[in-house]
């Protein structure tokens, strides 16, 4: 399966914009990006996916690189609610198991 | 929004004894699954089920455990003689037809005593 690579933890302020990176160079032509959030106490959740071009949504943007081996999710404004574990996933289709990693702990200072 | 709901929220067990933590998929979904999350750790992938069956196990999902459709709306996971290391978060998920992303519940905390 192909992997990817995000920092374990990344600070914030509130109201400002978030930009979770995440590497993923074994990536195939066919794996989709995608997106998911884990809020204390909480089952995971979507917030976003995407194949090349760069996608947004009431949640979140995703920013796709050209060759498509890293990516960005771009929180614009962040909240408190907005503390989470943020896990970057390819996966080939979306009914797939999920392999969660470790994510990147997102802390938001108010 | 429909939401998947899980029930209880949280289990306690007597070691040995047998334990159902029950689920409620959204409606239109087709695809299931259980995923646990032990207490520090990362969420992994137990089982997927479609059309009535198992389509996906990992190596965690031994004899011990058990999934049924009873009927059109409930998806149940079945841990026999539960023991210590069975403590954990479950969660149930659901996909819909045409490729959705998976819906999760807010899981079941399972503790064995």
């Known amino acids: 399966d192909a992997k990817t690579t995000q920092p374990n933890s990344m600070e914030s302020n509130e109201e400002e914009p978030v930009h979770l990176p995440c590497n993923h160079s074994?990536?195939?032509?066919?794996?989709?990006i995608h997106w998911y959030r884990q809020l204390p106490s909480q089952g995971p959740e979507y917030v976003i996916h995407?194949?090349?071009s760069n996608v947004n949504n009431r949640m979140a943007s995703l920013a796709i690189a050209e060759d498509r081996k890293s990516s960005t999710l771009i929180l614009h404004r962040a909240t408190l609610r907005d503390a989470a574990v943020y896990y970057c996933i390819l996966l080939l289709n979306r009914d797939d198991k999920i392999i969660f990693g470790k994510g990147t702990r997102l802390h938001i200072l108010p | 929004e429909p939401e998947v709901t899980q029930t209880p929220s949280h289990q306690v067990t007597q070691m040995g004894q047998e334990v159902i933590l029950r689920c409620v998929p959204i409606s239109n979904h087709l695809y299931f699954y259980w995923y646990r999350q032990i207490l520090g750790q990362k969420v992994e992938f137990l089982v997927s089920?479609?059309?009535?069956?198992?389509?996906?196990k990992s190596e965690i999902f031994d004899d011990q455990f058990s999934v049924e459709r009873p009927d059109g709306s409930n998806f149940t996971l079945k841990i026999r003689s539960t023991k210590l290391e069975d403590s954990a978060m479950y969660f149930c998920?659901?996909?819909?037809?045409?490729?959705?992303?998976?819906?999760f519940g807010d899981g079941t905390r399972l503790s064995i005593l």
């Open positions: 995407g194949l090349t």
């Open positions: 074994t990536i195939s032509g066919t794996d989709y």
């Open positions: 089920f479609y059309n009535n069956e198992i389509s996906e």
């Open positions: 998920a659901s996909s819909g037809p045409s490729n959705q992303p998976q819906h």
